[in-house]
C-alpha cells in the first residue's frame, strides 16, 4: 500500500476534526434536551411534554441529525403537552356513561387535536371537569371543554 501523501493527510484530519466535532454538537445537544426535559418534569402536563420532548428528540436525531433532536424535541414537547392523554377514570367513565338524548352528528372529520364546532354540545364528566365527552353516532369523543379540543376518540 502507498503512503498517503501530505496533502491526503491533511484532508483526512479535517475529516476526523469535523466528526469529533459533529459528535461533540450532539452530546450538547442531547445534554441540552435531557436538562429541558427535566424542567418539564416540574410543570403540570410533565408526563405528556416529556414523552413528547424525548420521543421528538430520538426521531429528529435519526433523522436529521443535531439539528434534527432540536427541533423535534421541542415539537415532540408542544405536542405532548397539548394532546395529553385522559386518566384512565375518565376513558372508563366516557365508555359506561348514558348515552345523551341529542348524538351529534359533525361534518367534518373528527380528530385528536381538532377544535369541535361551538355548536356541539360538549357533557362535563363530574368527576373530572378539565374532561368532557361527545356522543358521534358509535363514537365517544372526550374533549377538553374549555379548548374544545378532542383529546380522544374512543370506538
Known sequence: MAALTRMEQKSHRRILLSI???????K?????TAAIACSFAASAYADG???????????????????GAAVG???????????????RE???YVQQAPIPQQTVVVQQPVAVGAALPADVVVTPVPENPRYGYVVMGQQRV???PQTRKVVQVIQ
Not at 49 to 67: H, M, N, Q
Not at 73 to 82: K, S
Open 90 to 92: 375518565v376513558v372508563t
Open 73 to 87: 424535541g421541542v415539537a415532540g414537547a408542544i405536542t405532548g403537552a397539548v394532546i395529553d392523554p385522559p386518566p
Open 142 to 144: 372526550i374533549v377538553e
Open 20 to 26: 469529533e466535532n459533529k459528535e461533540k454538537d450532539m
Open 49 to 67: 411534554a416529556v414523552t413528547g420532548l424525548v420521543g421528538g428528540a430520538a426521531t429528529g436525531a435519526i433523522v436529521g441529525g443535531p439539528v
Open 28 to 32: 450538547k445537544i442531547i445534554i441540552a
